[in-house]
């Protein structure tokens, strides 16, 4: 045997350090683009619209109204605190779900009286705690404050009723003549 070796040249496809490197990119690159086109191809399958189930609803849906208008008597009498607690406030109040006061709880009432009347009125108007805004609702302002002075009253304080917003401004001129 001899010592005397063959060596034969390598006769690949790829013959230099270049096209070993593009061979090895386009070999990852190339199955990756084939998988995000089979991936948009099988989620690419006809779907059922919106609406396609109940088309009536859907269209109702589309179509809403985006707000309304709602005509009041602006001369209307207004509702007293007790007719305002009763019919917006006494849900909450009346049993004292979600920590709110009950009505006629002195040591629940104390430290809310002891704000002033116009905090207490804020905050029935802007809401407070689990208690939702009352303003801009079924009642005005007024009604609203009046509840709270019901409700304070009842438990301990000494705030009047406020007067209408129409009274009270013929009311000022004649208390200064």
Known sequence: ???????????????????????????????????????LYVTSADKPAAGAANPEKAIAERIQKVGMVEV???????????????A????????????????GDAAAWGPRIKTGFEALVQSALKGKGAMAPQGGGDFNDTEIARAAAYMANAGGGKFEEPAAPAAADAAAPAASR
Not at 88 to 103: E, F, I, R, V, Y
């Open 72 to 86: 009041r008597d602006a001369n209307r009498p207004l509702k007293s605190g007790e007719d305002v607690f009763k």
């Open 1 to 39: 045997m001899s010592d005397n070796h063959h060596e034969e040249a390598h006769t690949g496809p790829i013959k230099t350090p270049k096209q070993m490197l593009l061979a090895g990119f386009f070999s990852f690159v190339i199955p990756i683009f084939a998988i995000i086109g089979l991936v």
């Open 88 to 103: 917006q406030c006494s849900a909450c109040h009346a049993s004292g779900a979600a920590g709110a006061p009950k009505l």
